[in-house]
């Protein structure tokens, strides 16, 4: 990065930097998710704590995750499409602003109304961060895309294990308030941030000097083809994070009513979940660089099935096993899932990210408020039941082309 007045004059040296894995910006880019999502994650966390301090239903809790995962989704797209037409290298930062102050109100809520505000905040930050931070990766990946967005998302779900763990020791034992502990993250990451967005603003003047010895993927499909692809790839979306939604959401509600743990123990088992999902994550991409990504697909999501449904069953050794088992399966699909949208629309990176993160968001958003309200009206075992057959639709993988055979590299 220190040789970067002299890339933008040497042409071959910039085909170098354009086309070779730029692992520093891919692990920067990581460790900013990690932060981002840390923060989220602490909205999840803190809602045993919420219901029982406001006195709120499982329909209300449902919907501090839909108004949350709302905001974190519905502009995602909109974002990605205006950062590929107009990039904003420095976006991530404004991203980081918006979800320190979502924190800050979350710390000082009065009550239920104010705890929506706090989390749209942070929604919203989420909503500018995640579409141009994946296509930072995707710049950086060298054409490793699966194992670029891969270490990209491992930031973001090992955010998300953590989360929970750090709520656990700092703020279920001493109140709501040491919630602003976690506004130490957000300055680290606008200081990570600034420097990745120099190195992106550097970036993106390479590619205006060197497009023409860039490669990009084409794609001999048909535009009813790749619509098709599209579909199946959202709904393939729902069903994970509609199962991920009610493990996210109400596992620890789960294991207090089934097993009468502790709240902190709760916190413990969605610690071993989400370390697993952060796991996972890494494996996915990979491995589908290696071996194809529909392939990572199908077995990422059909083959969690096995598990989701013994889940139910289960005592509470076995319920930490399958859940970690569970974690490690099902989140091997979303890397694969992106860069297999990505390579279909191979011109729209930042629009195809914010889509698929945006939709991620809002079908977990929805799932949370619809299982909330299933919840109230049956228990949260039923909800758990009824969910563990949400993987079966994995099976609509087969509909998708493989695109090993249908991708053509321009040199």
């Given amino acids: 990065m220190n040789n970067t007045t002299t890339l933008r004059t040497e042409a071959p040296i910039a085909k170098t930097i354009v086309n070779t894995t730029v692992f520093p910006i891919l692990f920067a880019i990581s460790f900013s998710h990690l932060l981002n999502d840390m ?114 998302q491992l930031g973001g779900n090992g955010g998300s294990a953590i989360g929970p763990l750090l709520v656990a020791l700092i703020v279920a034992p001493f109140g709501l308030h040491n919630l602003l502990w976690f506004n130490i993250a957000a300055l680290i990451g606008i200081f990570v941030l600034i420097r990745v967005g120099k190195w992106y603003k550097d970036h993106l003047i390479l590619r205006q000097t060197n497009r023409s010895k860039s490669t990009e993927g084409m794609l001999h499909l048909s535009k009813n083809k790749v619509v098709i692809s599209v579909v199946i790839l959202l709904v393939l979306i729902f069903s994970k994070y509609f199962y991920l939604a009610s493990m996210t959401s109400y596992f620890t509600f789960y294991l207090i009513d089934k097993f009468h743990v502790t709240v902190q123990q709760s916190q413990f088992y969605l610690f071993i979940f989400l370390g697993a999902v952060a796991a996972g994550t890494l494996l996915g991409g990979s491995l589908g660089d290696k071996f194809g990504r529909k392939i990572i697909i199908w077995i990422s999501i059909l083959g969690a099935a096995p598990f989701t449904l013994l889940l139910p069953y289960a005592n509470l050794f076995w319920t930490g096993i399958l859940a970690a088992v569970i974690g490690l399966i099902i989140a091997s699909a979303f890397s694969a899932i992106l860069v297999y949208a990505q390579e279909l629309l191979p011109g ?64």
Wanted: aromatic share 14%; charged share 10%; with cysteine.
């Fill in 39 to 152: 923060m989220q994650a602490t909205i999840t966390s803190v809602y045993p704590m919420l219901k029982s301090r406001y006195q709120l239903n499982f329909s209300q809790v449902g919907m501090i995750t839909f108004v949350f995962q709302l905001t974190a989704s519905i502009l995602q797209p909109f974002v990605g499409n205006y950062t590929d037409k107009r990039p904003q290298p420095y976006s991530f930062v404004i991203a980081m602003l918006f979800s320190l102050t979502g924190i800050i109100l979350l710390a000082y809520s009065f009550g239920y109304e104010s705890i929506l505000v706090a989390v749209g905040l942070v929604g919203i930050g989420s909503s500018i961060f995640h579409p141009e931070a994946s296509k930072v990766s995707y710049y950086a990946s060298g054409g490793k895309r699966g194992l670029a967005q891969s270490i990209f």
């Fill in 348 to 411: 729209k990176i930042g629009m195809v990210s914010g889509l698929f993160f945006g939709f991620a968001f809002g079908m977990g958003g929805l799932g949370s408020a619809l299982l909330g309200k299933l919840a109230d009206h049956t228990s949260v075992a039923y909800v758990f039941s009824i969910c563990a057959y949400l993987p079966l639709l994995g099976i609509i993988t087969a509909f998708l082309p493989d695109l090993r055979k249908k991708l053509i590299i321009k040199n």
